[in-house]
């Protein structure tokens, strides 16, 4: 689940992480009187999306796909820029690196104060499950572009991993900020920061908190500039808090109803559907996609435990795909059995009206059934043994590269 940037500073205000004051807004009015509210001469104007790289993302008319304005990140020195910056940012879509080309609708913004920024660094905190740590990583290079940091000079990226049953200790702390050049009040403001958010991550049972920019001011301290903050949905039963954080808008309504049915799905640019049961294996059936040349359409994981039901309404799902060229199901039958997903496959393609070439690749409980179904009915279905076959046949039935 992921949240706003103004909703992730209202934790790190509870965690006593420093930001700056801000206001969220959803109109232009609201925006022009945060502005004054907020006694700050210079403030950003912020749009307020599910997605990074707003700064250099791009605004367009909703109606004709004109280019709006360059930018979902202003800087206003006057009521008239902020009038003027929120006029073209509300109701327009806003396209960047990771909303993909349609974009995303911008309902909201964020009017922060001004900060008198001396530096801006880079600082995240994620779950690394071969470590089964907590992931800290900071870099001095902090700022709009830090993917191409990382790939062009990942020794700028410093990393240190903590136990969260232990915890960070002290030496890490130091450590790190040590690692990014600070000293003095800087030094003791970025200590203090990591451990806050550190217990925030674990209490709150996150699963990303990315700041860029994370700044040092004139005056020495270390402000979260930014704030992008992700959760486990895993542990959504111990944070029923969670709920009122959730914007429905930022979610596409196939996602919404695959959640109803139990199912975790993402939509994605590709052309390839997936069917899968189990995270893991869903990931490796994209893998595999992606090896033999195609691209996956969705992530989808229907669960180990799935039954009839959601399982017609998952195929169904990735029917609604316009850009889908094939299917690949990939089911290991544990308690969930293959011949049971075979009639399902059956059934749904029945109803929904399959016009797609489909690759099944079914292993464990009932397999050789599931295939002899799939076999003996009229729809036309490649089935194989392993994933390797599958993945393969699928991408070279829709004409893909294969080789």
Request: charged residues 25%; hydrophobic residues 40%.
């Amino acid at each position: 689940m992921n949240i706003h940037e103004y909703q992730g500073k209202a934790l790190f205000r509870e965690a006593g992480v420093a930001v700056q004051d801000g206001v969220h807004c959803t109109s232009v009015e609201q925006a022009l009187a945060a502005y004054d509210s907020l006694g700050s001469e210079v403030v950003a104007v912020k749009s307020q999306i599910h997605a990074g790289g707003r700064g250099k993302g791009k605004l367009y008319s909703t109606d004709s796909d004109d280019l709006v304005m360059e930018g979902g990140v202003k800087i206003a020195s006057s009521r008239e820029d902020v009038e003027e910056y929120s006029s073209n940012i509300l109701g327009h879509t806003l396209v960047t690196k990771q909303t993909g080309p349609l974009g995303k609708l911008v309902n909201n913004l964020y009017i922060e104060a001004g900060c008198a920024i001396a530096h801006e660094y880079y600082l995240a905190l994620l779950i690394d499950r071969e470590e089964n740590s907590v992931l800290i990583m900071a870099s001095t290079e902090g700022g709009v572009d830090i993917e191409e940091v990382a790939e062009n000079t990942p020794e700028a990226i410093h990393k240190t991993w903590v136990d969260p049953i232990e915890g960070l200790h002290d030496s890490q702390k130091s450590a790190l900020a040590d690692s990014l050049g600070l000293s003095g009040s800087a030094h003791a403001s970025f200590v203090e920061m990591v451990g806050q958010l550190v217990s925030m991550f674990i209490d709150r049972d996150c699963s990303m908190i990315e700041i860029n920019p994370l700044v040092k001011t004139e005056g020495g301290t270390m402000v979260a500039l930014d704030s992008k903050v992700s959760f486990d949905d895993n542990a959504s039963f111990r944070h029923p808090w969670r709920a009122g954080l959730r914007d429905l808008s930022e979610e596409s309504d196939i996602e919404m109803r695959a959640r109803a049915h139990g199912l975790s799905y993402v939509d994605l640019d590709g052309d390839i559907g997936c069917l899968v049961n189990g995270a893991g294996l869903a990931m490796a059936t994209m893998d595999v996609i992606k090896l033999y040349g195609g691209e996956p359409a969705n992530f989808l994981d229907i669960g180990g435990g799935a039954n009839r039901e959601s399982i017609t309404a998952a195929f169904g799902i990735i029917l609604e795909d316009p850009s889908l060229e094939g299917i690949l199901v990939n089911v290991f039958g544990g308690i969930i059995r293959c011949d049971m997903v075979a009639r399902c496959i059956i059934e749904a393609s029945e109803e929904k009206g399959l016009n797609v070439p489909l690759v099944v690749r079914f292993s464990g409980t009932n397999h050789k059934e599931g295939k002899e179904i799939l076999d003996a009915c009229e729809l036309e279905t490649i089935t194989t043994s392993t994933l390797a076959e599958a993945g393969e046949a699928i991408v070279k039935v829709i004409g893909g590269d294969s080789s």
